[in-house]
């Protein structure tokens, strides 16, 4: 069985993050059932990736960084969960060539465009084209998402809101900032209504 190993972590964790975390998944029905689709959002703490795989009912692909693939142990663990491993120090070809793959075959990937995690005051930081471009190559939706509040044990403070998915047709710089912009118009949204509380 395909995925037998995400499968089970995901039916086995998904209950223990959600006791830990309580967190809250907005839009979930905008993320497509079939067909290729790449979740694209901000990266806020090195638990993204766990509240990633826990909203979506299908198998997200993540993009990880190659240093969690350093051993055999680990490179076994997270090819069974799908992930992609990205050098980020180049302009890594065969992540690439992979995450292109997995959109043709249908399925899902997971990106945080800014590359890493944002530490600083900003609301966000600049993106790389990643996301935008795969969409282009494949004719995969892009499902905008974004992560706010923070992760704290047993409190409801952290959410994930997915936006209604859309094409890439034009200009990737161009198609970047939209992608840029649509997330940093989430975030200060969700910043807004905190203010409002």
Partial sequence: MK???YKVIRTLGYPIFLLLYR????????????GSVILAGNHTNNLDAAIMLAGPKRVVHMLAKKELFKSKISN??????????????????NAKSEAVSVLENGEVIGIFPEGTVNRTDKIILPFKYGAVSFAKKTNSYIVPFTI??????????IKITYEKPYKVNGDLEIENEKLMNIISNMLQKEKNSEKRK
């Fill in 148 to 157: 706010t509040g923070k992760y704290k044990l047993f409190r409801k403070s």
């Fill in 3 to 5: 995925y037998i190993l």
């Fill in 76 to 93: 076994r663990f997270f090819r069974s969960m799908g992930c992609i491993p990205v050098d980020r120090s180049i302009h890594d070809e």
């Fill in 23 to 34: 967190p809250q998944f907005v839009g979930r029905e905008n993320i497509p059932n079939e």
